[in-house]
């Protein structure tokens, strides 16, 4: 005779769902990893000691970016639908890509070694690598 309370929140093969499954949670927490890798990295390009900026993008491209966007099917797809203005505003959703893609732009300053205020788009185009809202509509 126990009463089992329910959870706000639960982590299942590591995607935090919660109760009315925006995954508010998880895109956060997906945020908060990927800068946290994005700034390991700036720690290990040195330019007198530490990796090629050649590697990062490597490193970018095979360990950061599929670990960020592990099961983004399943977790973006209602971010991607309400950015596309199908009820609900999606306001969070241009949040969430935007700062997504703040982030790769700070990976791609890494990979290029260019400045602050190089525009996202040029760097796209150096780096060969896509724009973020394409990843995530892959």
């Keep these: 005779n126990h009463t089992i309370q329910p959870s706000k929140l ?29 700034m390991v990295c700036k720690r290990i ?8 900026r050649k590697l990062m ?14 099961a983004s099917d399943i977790w973006c797809a209602g971010l991607i639908a309400k950015g596309r203005g199908q009820g609900g505003g999606g306001r969070g959703a241009r949040g969430f890509t935007s700062q997504m893609t703040r982030v790769q732009h700070m990976a791609m300053l890494l990979v290029t070694g260019g400045l602050r205020s190089t525009a996202t788009d040029m760097l796209d185009i ?10 995530l509509q892959k």
């Design 10 to 38: 639960h982590k299942f093969l590591s995607v935090i769902i919660d109760q009315d499954l925006n995954f508010k949670e998880h895109a956060a927490h997906t945020m908060a990893k990927r800068t946290r890798y994005i």
């Design 45 to 52: 390009i040195k330019p007198t000691k530490g990796i090629h």
């Design 57 to 70: 993008k490597r490193l970018y491209e095979s360990i950061i970016l599929p670990k960020m966007l592990y």
């Design 126 to 135: 150096h780096t060969n690598i896509p724009p973020f809202q394409q990843i």
